[in-house]
Each structure stands twice: as C-alpha cells, then as structure tokens.
C-alpha cells in the first residue's frame, strides 16, 4: 500500500459469515438455507499540502476466500490511482456526454431506479405511484434492467426469500417499458400484484421487508471502443466513492474519471459528481455495452437494516446530457 510517500494512511475492512437460515411457518414450510458470505473494502487515502484524496477496491463473494487473495498487485494500483488523484486537474462543470463503468452503471440501477421498484416504498408514495406505472415507457428498446435472486455463486442469492416465497428473476423494466416491480407478500397483496420473493431480513431480530437481491441493467450490443469512438468530448467515469438519492433525484461521487476526446480517453481528472432526474437519465442512455460486469463489494441499507448482501452490475453504458459537477 505504501508504494509513495503521498499514501498517509489506508483501511481495510473485511468480514465474513457463515448462516445457517430455518424458516417454518403454519402453511406447513419448512426451509433450511446456509448463506455464507465475505466483504473486503481496501482504501488508500494520499494527502499532499492539505490536499486529501482516495482510491478504493471492493470485493465480495459467496464464501469464495479466492476471491481476496493474490491481491498485492490490485492494491498498489489502489495506491497509485489515489497518489495520481493529487495531480489530476477538475473537470468543468456542464452537460456532457458520459461513458459509466460497470460498477458505477451498476450502482445506479440499483440506488437510482432499484430503490424506486421497491413496492413497499411505491404503495406509501402516492406522487411515486403516480410515476411508477406499470406500462409506462422510461428509455428505448435497449433498456432492461432486472433483479435476480436465482443466479448461483452472486452474494445476493438465495432459493427461499424470508417469507418463504421462491426465488424469481423479475424484469423491472423491459425494452424500455416499465413491467414490474419487487414485493413481499404483503405489498403484493395490497397493489393486487404477485409476490417475487424480495422479502429479506438481516437476521431473526428484524421483519422481512421489500429488498433488492442481484439488481442489473442487461447486456446491449455496443463495445466500448464504439460508444468511445463517437463522442467528441466526454467523460469516463469509473468507481463510486459514495452517493445520495431524493425521490427521483440522484448524486453520485466518482471514484475516478477522465476527459473523452475526439473519441479516444485522455487526461485523468478529480473525481467528478454527476447529478440528475433518474427518470430522465434513463432516457438518454443512448448505448449499452456488451461487457457485463457484476460488483460483489457493496452492501445495502434500508429500515436500519444494513448491511444486507446484495450485488449489481451492468455493461457500459453512454448517457447523453449529464450533468458533471466542477469548477
């Protein structure tokens, strides 16, 4: 980690868990689950004239101690990438056109739009009602995102949610059109829908609510050398540092980010901000990779519930007109 002397000071944070999960109920279920899991969050922080900036990696994995080992090399990049955001100019705020990574597209699917498909959220939001209706187009046919509990070997997995409904793959939007929505049996019962089986607990001392599982924006056709290729000026964002979300309103914190030029990546910037309406950002993104990535770093709050294993992804993507935050 100490690779320069503008690294001053780093933190790791790692867990890993081995559940044994017994539900039962007066319908005559009976399910036994073993979820294991393991997180690893590696932070350089580099400090240079009162400067502070940092670079991160984050992984996780369904028991897999594979997953974290043989990292030396991917940890002095870590360091290198901070020690480099000392010296990296600010972006100029604007519109812009903007390349995310797959863990940053990922994010946003999943704490942009994933969040506002939570039924339990949607029922008592009668303005977000109004908004998230089934049948409504929100982006063009190459949109979908979906949330899918049934993919082995992802941290937000399972067979069984804790209600003891069966594990689904539920398309939220489909060729652009919103289709679904994620439910316990409770909030299927009250918007007269069916239950996927997103009901989840931490642990036995907390109710089973509305939660997301494995949250991504699928595959498109598009490489990333063409979707670069056709922008003239640009931004590449990679990473997340960190993020807040209002309704439909959104602000991510990159963790990294470079200037798009005459279709080729050119000088490293600061970490940007990119700000927006999830609603309309959706309907610019005018380009989806063919690279899915999936992120097994993070974990999910909601009903002081956290952090609760989960994992999303998504391709590249290219989304017209968003706006970056800068000098």
Same mark, same amino acid.
């Given at each position: 980690?100490?690779?320069?002397?503008?690294?001053?000071?780093?933190?790791?944070?790692?867990?890993?868990?081995?559940?044994?999960?017994?539900?039962?109920?007066?319908?005559?279920?009976?399910?036994?689950?073993?979820?294991?899991?393991?997180?690893?969050?590696?932070?350089?922080?580099?400090?240079?004239?009162?400067?502070?900036?940092?670079?991160?990696?984050?992984?996780?994995?369904?028991?897999?101690?594979?997953?974290?080992?043989?990292?030396?090399?991917?940890?002095?990049?870590?360091?290198?990438?901070?020690?480099?955001?000392?010296?990296?100019?600010?972006?100029? %705020? !604007?519109?812009?056109?903007?390349?995310?990574?797959?863990?940053? *597209? =990922?994010?946003?699917?999943?704490?942009?739009? &994933?969040? @506002?498909?939570?039924?339990?959220?949607?029922?008592?939001?009668?303005?977000?009602?109004?908004?998230?209706?089934?049948?409504?187009?929100?982006?063009?046919?190459?949109?979908?995102?979906?949330?899918?509990?049934?993919?082995?070997?992802?941290?937000?997995?399972?067979?069984?949610?804790?209600?003891?409904?069966?594990?689904?793959?539920?398309?939220?939007?489909?060729?652009?059109?919103?289709?679904?929505?994620?439910?316990?049996?409770?909030?299927?019962?009250?918007?007269?829908?069916?239950?996927?089986?997103?009901?989840?607990?931490?642990?036995?001392?907390?109710?089973?609510?509305?939660?997301?599982?494995?949250?991504?924006?699928?595959?498109?056709?598009?490489?990333?050398?063409?979707?670069?290729?056709?922008?003239?000026?640009?931004?590449?964002?990679?990473?997340?540092? %960190? !993020?807040?979300?209002?309704?439909?309103?959104?602000?991510?914190? *990159? =963790?990294?980010?470079?200037?798009?030029?005459? &279709?080729? @990546?050119?000088?490293?910037?600061?970490?940007?901000?990119?700000?927006?309406?999830?609603?309309?950002?959706?309907?610019?993104?005018?380009?989806?990779?063919?690279?899915?990535?999936?992120?097994?770093?993070?974990?999910?709050?909601?009903?002081?519930?956290?952090?609760?294993?989960?994992?999303?992804?998504?391709?590249?993507?290219?989304?017209?007109?968003?706006?970056?935050?800068?000098?």
């Amino acid at each position: 980690m100490l690779t320069s002397p503008q690294i001053q000071d780093s933190r790791i944070g790692y867990q890993d868990v081995n559940r044994k999960v017994i539900f039962a109920n007066s319908e005559g279920s009976y399910i036994e689950q073993d979820k294991p899991d393991l997180a690893l969050r590696v932070t350089a922080i580099a400090r240079r004239n009162g400067e502070i900036q940092q670079a991160g990696l984050s992984l996780g994995s369904v028991g897999d101690f594979s997953a974290i080992e043989n990292l030396h090399d991917e940890v002095k990049e870590v360091a290198k990438r901070a020690a480099a955001l000392l010296h990296a100019p600010q972006a100029k %705020g !604007g519109e812009y056109t903007v390349i995310l990574d797959p863990i940053i *597209a =990922g994010v946003f699917a999943h704490e942009a739009f &994933g969040h @506002l498909s939570e039924a339990d959220f949607v029922y008592q939001n009668e303005p977000l009602r109004q908004v998230m209706v089934l049948g409504k187009r929100f982006g063009g046919k190459h949109l979908n995102i979906v949330d899918d509990a049934t993919i082995p070997g992802l941290r937000g997995s399972y067979r069984y949610d804790d209600e003891g409904t069966p594990a689904s793959k539920t398309y939220l939007i489909h060729e652009g059109i919103l289709v679904g929505r994620l439910h316990s049996r409770e909030t299927a019962a009250r918007m007269g829908e069916k239950p996927t089986g997103n009901a989840r607990a931490i642990n036995y001392l907390f109710p089973p609510i509305v939660r997301m599982t494995n949250t991504f924006i699928e595959p498109g056709g598009t490489s990333f050398e063409e979707m670069l290729g056709e922008i003239k000026d640009g931004v590449y964002v990679r990473d997340w540092y %960190g !993020g807040t979300t209002s309704l439909e309103m959104f602000t991510f914190s *990159a =963790g990294e980010a470079y200037m798009i030029r005459d &279709g080729k @990546l050119a000088e490293l910037l600061r970490p940007v901000v990119l700000t927006g309406n999830v609603f309309v950002t959706l309907g610019n993104i005018d380009a989806i990779g063919n690279d899915l990535g999936m992120n097994q770093g993070g974990g999910c709050g909601k009903g002081g519930q956290s952090p609760l294993p989960v994992s999303n992804g998504s391709p590249h993507i290219r989304i017209r007109h968003c706006v970056i935050g800068g000098r």
